[in-house]
């Protein structure tokens, strides 16, 4: 009999291992016990073994995305100070993590200056994505203008293209920190007009519209990418005031406080230190 039972394992296994379910394969056995021990009966013993298929799968699917998109780190939005940047519309970056906007094949552009969590928050939404099925890639502007040139170089710019047509969201982050000139400028123009209506964009930048003149080299592109870009688009102000700065005056103050309280003649004025912090 526990011949015949470990005989049919075996063939469940190998039936399994055929179907390509890995996960099924190797917890069947063990889970066939427990079932049998908590009274589950054999359509409820089905539910949890292919339910641990699919958040297998689902989990090693987001891995997988989330490598593709060679993000430059991982950042959650749990990790943002909302309060430390007033500036920013925290209903609508939380809206945003739902994820609509890219299956309205919208975009979003986050713009202030540097320092006030523009790529934070641009990773964030790349991760969300990824764990929501979506194919993303994550590019430094200047990176992905540089691959454009190489390629078109090489008379490979067809590959690349193909490459970013597959995707749901594309990311370019830091438009505008270094000017790209005319062919890098007539590239990136290429690539944010063929994602129009087809997939969403992510740019982050630190220029005002009225500066973008100066980075794109030529005023009718600079209006046509407006143009695309802008139509459909959620804006995010990130601020003036970088949070870096912040933190680090916060921490000084606190360091001068601390030095006042404990009798130090050359202390500042008594500013109440924690009062900006959140949860304070
Ligand atoms: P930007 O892209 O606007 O120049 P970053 O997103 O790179 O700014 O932010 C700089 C650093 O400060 C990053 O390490 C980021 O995680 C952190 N940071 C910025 N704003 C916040 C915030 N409100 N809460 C937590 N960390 C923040
Ligand atoms: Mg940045």
């Given at each position: 009999m526990?011949?015949?039972r470990?005989?049919e394992v075996?063939r ?7 179907l390509?379910?890995p996960?099924m394969q190797a917890?069947?056995?063990?889970l ?6 908590e009274?589950?009966?054999h359509?409820?013993?089905l539910?949890k ?7 297998e799968r689902e989990?090693?699917g ?5 490598k593709?998109?060679?993000?430059p780190?991982?950042?959650?939005v749990?990790?943002?100070d909302?309060?430390?940047q007033?500036?920013?519309n925290r209903?609508?970056?939380l809206?945003?993590m739902r994820?609509d ?10 713009i202030?200056a ?8 641009a990773?964030s939404?790349?991760?969300e994505?990824c764990?929501?099925?979506k194919r993303?890639?994550?590019?430094r ?5 540089t691959q454009?040139?190489e ?8 590959r ?7 995707l ?13 000139g005319?062919?890098g ?6 690539v944010?007009?063929r994602?129009y209506?087809?997939?969403?964009l992510i740019?982050?930048?630190n220029l005002p ?5 100066e ?7 600079t209006?046509a990418?407006l ?5 459909r688009?959620q ?7 970088s949070?870096?700065l ?6 000084k103050?606190?360091r001068e ?8 003649p050359?202390?500042p004025?008594q500013?109440?230190?924690?009062k900006d912090?959140?949860?304070?």
């Amino acid at each position: 009999m526990t011949r015949n039972r470990d005989l049919e394992v075996i063939r469940l296994k190998e039936h399994l291992k055929a179907l390509r379910l890995p996960t099924m394969q190797a917890e069947c056995a063990v889970l066939a016990q427990e079932c049998q021990r908590e009274g589950v009966d054999h359509l409820g013993f089905l539910l949890k073994l292919c339910e641990l298929e699919v958040i297998e799968r689902e989990r090693k699917g987001a891995a997988r995305r989330l490598k593709a998109a060679y993000l430059p780190a991982i950042k959650l939005v749990s990790e943002f100070d909302f309060p430390a940047q007033p500036t920013i519309n925290r209903l609508l970056v939380l809206d945003l993590m739902r994820c609509d906007y890219i299956n309205k094949k919208e975009n979003v552009l986050l713009i202030g200056a540097s320092g006030t969590g523009k790529t934070h928050l641009a990773t964030s939404l790349a991760v969300e994505a990824c764990s929501q099925g979506k194919r993303v890639r994550f590019y430094r502007v200047t990176d992905l203008v540089t691959q454009l040139l190489e390629a078109r170089e090489e008379r490979q710019l067809s590959r690349i293209r193909g490459q970013l047509s597959k995707l749901d969201l594309l990311v370019l982050d830091e438009l505008g920190y270094v000017p790209m000139g005319k062919s890098g400028a007539e590239l990136l123009f290429d690539v944010m007009s063929r994602a129009y209506e087809r997939m969403s964009l992510i740019v982050t930048t630190n220029l005002p519209f009225e500066n973008w003149t100066e980075v794109l080299d030529n005023e009718r592109l600079t209006g046509a990418t407006l143009d695309r870009l802008t139509h459909r688009c959620q804006i995010v102000e990130t601020g003036g005031e970088s949070y870096r700065l912040k933190d680090a005056r916060r921490a000084k103050r606190s360091r001068e406080m601390y030095k006042t309280e404990s009798g130090s003649p050359t202390g500042p004025e008594q500013t109440p230190v924690y009062k900006d912090r959140p949860g304070a």
